[in-house]
């Protein structure tokens, strides 16, 4: 019984990686940039619901939809300032992925001014009872995180499969020259992608804050970097293999801390990150391009 | 070539002067340099910001009524970030630039040993308010603490567990990368042991992590009669509210970080504490008239309630103005020395310092009532 409730635990955790990833995954997939500074978003999204639902004391449906939207904007504005200039003119990968860095970093100092280093606290924003199976207790939050994960991951296919966007987005990640040539306006698609990226990372944000009620402008650097082996272990580029990765990453993680050692779940992450890139470096679900990370 | 010649001459003739400067006796001085080392920005400012309030206070009031072997004393605190690299580059700084004659500080263990590997080499009077590691002392004869050691507090509350709380079964959650998290740990375990209690389990975790749900299903599942979390309040704040989410009804145990940890839960979360008790080191519900007349002027200076870092930052600059101006000198050994006489009855209790300059004092066991904490009793080992 212990052992399901790990892997539930694990799921629940995994979830909010499985959403960060999403983010990381959908912007690769499109421009090709490791976006370092998506794991910041997420801790935009965590102040956004604490000054809205805290420090404002708004509704909780107001609060999600403006950490949401929020989330979006920067995600935005983040795409036209800091990497439309370098995408348009090709520029050299690497810049880019310098630039991410200097915006990740960018964000959490300017959090950190704006709020202090010292961790807010923000109570919990779904409150449920625990859910009582025989004599297995369930943390309820580990059930709403794979939900809502599940809901958004479908949502996702859905808006790139069925959508006229999410068609052109598909268009622009097979090949940007040619979407462009066909009539695909290919700005749009870059900054509608970090859009929907940055949203998603705003409801991966709400969960954090739901299940870890702690936010400190530093809380992305971790979030992200698991996020982004989640991301690489599924295969960069690919929405199902994002969530897939975020699940397998959550699992390994907490089933180590249960029966190999608390101390060592770090270890086993990132080297499952190192043993995936050395066996098959596009991930389980990653297509055969012939680009390198 | 002649004008890099005098080039080279003019530069090193700037050189010269510039160590003759250094070298410059600074005995004759009208103030008394205190140096001060504190994080007074960072994961734990809390705690730099507290003691480094109180320690200002300290010295106002001393200066006010004279100050210390008739001169005034300069306190001058740098921020160290909570890092000891930090930490270490801020003492020289203190000991190059400065000149200080003592040094109260740093406030958190891992940055206070490593200052103190540096202090002893410079034979430098050193106290820390708060620097709970057991092996901060043992580096050297000049180091002095006012608060109580991480093992000590570990044995405390075994003892405290097993006779007041009738605990047979305890578990152990403890941040394995942190020296103050481990050495009340390992205490714990090894005193609750010698008292016929079972632990059940012993978990830790590294810093960064936020998620314990692992640990604390393991922990649920043997259901210990206590829960003993020796670690910083951000993350008490963090696992106690887990653990009342995955069901865990043990009593939560803790030591001195715990303090503050009310400004890090929120108030609708405040059952995930109600029943905790941590040891402390004063009571902010004493009717000592001179800690609650120091409780009040905090709060009307710094607009912040004082905290037991407080308290005992205050306490600190006490004993060593005191030891200083018993000492009739600044020289380092005198000072050391006067330190470890020290008898001073302040905010904390009386303090005395044992052989390794710990102090010798009471506990003060606190718990929560509602949204505020709850002082139970006094209580020492013996």
């Known amino acids: 019984m212990e052992f399901i409730e790990q892997v539930l635990n694990g799921l629940g955790q995994g979830s909010i990686f499985a959403l960060v990833a999403l983010g990381y995954s959908m912007v690769y997939g499109i421009v090709q940039l490791i976006n370092f500074a998506h794991g910041d978003i997420i801790m935009v999204g965590g102040y956004t619901a604490f000054v809205t639902f805290i420090t404002f004391g708004m509704p909780l449906w107001l609060a999600v939809i403006i950490s949401i939207l929020v989330c979006a904007a920067v995600g935005l504005i983040i795409e036209r300032v800091a990497y439309h200039r370098l995408i348009v003119h090709n520029a050299a990968r690497i810049s880019l992925l310098i630039t991410a860095l200097g915006v990740s970093i960018f964000l959490q100092n300017l959090f950190m001014l704006i709020f202090g280093a010292e961790p807010k606290h923000i109570s919990t924003l779904f409150p449920m009872e625990t859910i009582k199976l025989g004599n297995t207790e369930l943390s309820s939050n580990t059930i709403l995180n794979i939900v809502v994960s599940v809901i958004m991951m479908i949502g996702l296919q859905l808006l790139v499969n069925k959508t006229k966007i999410g068609k052109a987005m598909q268009a622009s990640s097979e090949d940007a020259g040619a979407a462009k040539l066909m009539g695909i306006n290919t700005n749009q698609v870059v900054a509608f992608t970090f859009m929907v990226g940055s949203a998603l990372a705003a409801v991966g944000a709400i969960l954090y804050c739901n299940t870890y009620s702690q936010i400190k402008p530093t809380m992305g650097n971790f979030l992200g970097l698991k996020a982004f082996v989640a991301a690489v272990l599924g295969g960069i580029g690919s929405i199902p293999g994002a969530m897939l990765g975020g699940y397998i990453i959550g699992i390994a993680d907490s089933l180590t801390k249960a029966y190999v050692s608390s101390t060592l779940n770090d270890a086993v992450v990132f080297g499952i990150l190192i043993l995936m890139l050395s066996v098959k470096p596009t991930g389980i679900m990653g297509g055969d391009r012939r680009e390198k990370v | ?382």
């Open chain 2, 1 to 382: 070539m002649r004008r890099r010649k005098l080039f080279s001459i003019v530069a090193a003739a700037a050189l010269l002067v510039g160590i003759a400067a250094g070298c410059k006796k600074e005995d004759d001085s009208d103030t008394i340099k205190i140096g001060g080392l504190a994080p007074l920005t960072g994961d734990v400012s809390q705690y730099g910001i507290a003691v480094n309030n109180a320690v200002k206070m300290a010295v106002k009031e001393i200066n006010d009524n004279g100050g210390i072997l008739g001169k005034q004393i300069e306190y001058i605190c740098l921020d160290e970030k909570g890092d000891p690299d930090e930490a270490v580059k801020a003492y020289r700084k203190l000991v190059e630039n400065e000149k200080i004659v003592a040094l109260l500080g740093d406030v958190t263990s891992k940055p206070t040993e490593a200052v103190a590997q540096k202090a002893k080499l410079d034979n430098m009077p050193m106290i820390t308010a708060s620097g709970t590691a057991e092996s901060i002392t043992l580096v050297g004869e000049n180091v002095f603490r006012a608060c109580f050691i991480d093992p000590y507090q570990g044995q405390l509350m075994a003892s405290y567990a097993s006779k007041k709380l009738g605990a047979k079964t305890a578990a152990i959650l403890y941040d394995t990368s942190d020296t103050y998290s481990t050495g009340i740990a390992d205490a714990f375990e090894d005193a609750a042991k010698d008292l016929g209690m079972t632990i059940t389990d012993k978990e830790g975790y590294t810093e960064g992590n936020t998620d314990f749900s692992s640990q604390l299903t393991k922990i649920r599942a043997s259901n210990p009669d206590v829960l003993m979390l020796p670690v910083y309040y951000s993350d008490v704040a963090l696992i106690a509210v887990q653990a009342k989410n995955q069901g865990i009804t043990s009593k939560l145990l803790g030591a001195d970080g715990w303090d503050g940890v009310l400004n890090q839960i929120a108030e609708s979360d405040a059952d995930a504490i109600a029943n905790a008790y941590f040891c402390s080191q004063y009571s902010a519900s004493s009717d000592d008239p001179d800690l609650q007349a120091f409780l009040s002027e905090y709060k009307e200076t710094y607009n912040l309630e004082a905290n037991m870092f407080a308290v005992l930052g205050y306490d600190t600059m006490y004993i060593l103005a005191n030891a200083i101006e018993k000492a009739g000198s600044t020289d380092s050994d005198a000072i050391i020395n006067a330190l470890k006489e020290t008898n001073y009855d302040g905010l904390t209790g009386t303090t005395t310092f044992d052989e390794n300059r710990n102090p010798v004092r009471q506990a003060v066991i606190t718990s929560f009532d509602g949204y505020s904490y709850k002082v139970v009793e006094n209580y020492s080992m013996d």
